[in-house]
């Protein structure tokens, strides 16, 4: 049992380039969030997706674009890469609702020269 | 938006010592959690508390949640070198989805 699964593990990117990162939970789970961590900052949401289909915003979400793909899938994309994006991002998937512990991906390191 | 504070945000303690991590809400929460993250790892869910004034303990951590629901604390007695990381308090934000992540409190042992 995988769990939720993010890929890349480490990327390094120049200014202005354009990626997307992949997350995958393989628990049926309905909700799926990224965050950001930052040294200090503790975990920022950038986006989540409470179900299938939908997508909010989170504290962050400038500078970024997600896709739901299905049930299982949830993408976070960088259309032009910024300094200030290097972080250590988290995916994140939730049965449902605040009651519910998050379950994390082992996060990808990006860093963007 | 909903805001938890965490204090410390750092603590050295040395090997046996006991810690304390304390999360406080301007308002009343429905439940709270609380995380712990290994260096280079990720957050792991450790434990939530739902009722006013619960307390609940696992092996040396003790967790309590305030009578107003307000705040929280983890205690750890006698720590150990297996016990360094960051703990995490986090609430869940009224009418949606999301968590709301304290800023951490980073500890380390001195052996």
């Known amino acids: 049992n995988a769990g939720v699964t993010q890929t890349p593990k480490f990327q390094v990117l120049k200014t202005g380039q354009s990626m997307t990162l992949q997350c995958a939970q393989d628990?049926?789970?309905?909700?799926m969030y990224w965050y950001r961590q930052d040294p200090g900052m503790g975990l920022r949401l950038i986006y989540y997706?409470?179900?299938?289909?939908?997508?909010d915003k989170g504290e962050v979400p400038n500078g970024y674009n997600v896709s739901r793909l299905n049930k299982r899938e949830f993408s976070l994309r960088l259309e032009s890469a910024a300094p200030s994006q290097t972080s250590v991002y988290f995916c994140?998937?939730?049965?449902?609702?605040?009651?519910?512990?998050?379950?994390f991906g082992d996060g990808t390191r990006l860093s963007i020269l | 938006g909903q805001q938890v504070m965490q204090i410390p945000q750092y603590q050295h303690v040395q090997e046996g010592e006991d810690f304390t991590t304390y999360c406080n809400s301007s308002?009343?929460?429905?439940?709270i959690q609380w995380y712990k993250q290994r260096p280079g790892g990720h957050p792991v869910f450790l434990i939530q508390?739902?009722?006013?004034?619960e307390v609940k303990k696992q092996k040396r951590l003790t967790f309590q949640f305030g009578e107003a629901k307000k705040n929280s604390s983890l205690h750890i007695t006698a720590t150990q070198t297996t016990d360094v990381g960051t703990y995490f308090c986090?609430?869940?934000?009224?009418?949606?989805?999301?968590?709301?992540f304290g800023t951490g409190t980073r500890l380390t042992i001195i052996p």
């Open positions: 994140a998937s939730t049965r449902t609702g605040g009651r519910q512990p998050q379950h």
């Open positions: 628990m049926n789970h309905n909700s």
């Open positions: 997706s409470a179900s299938e289909g939908t997508t």
């Open positions: 308002t009343t929460l429905s439940n």
């Open positions: 508390l739902v009722k006013s004034g």
């Open positions: 986090a609430a869940p934000n009224f009418g949606n989805e999301k968590l709301t």
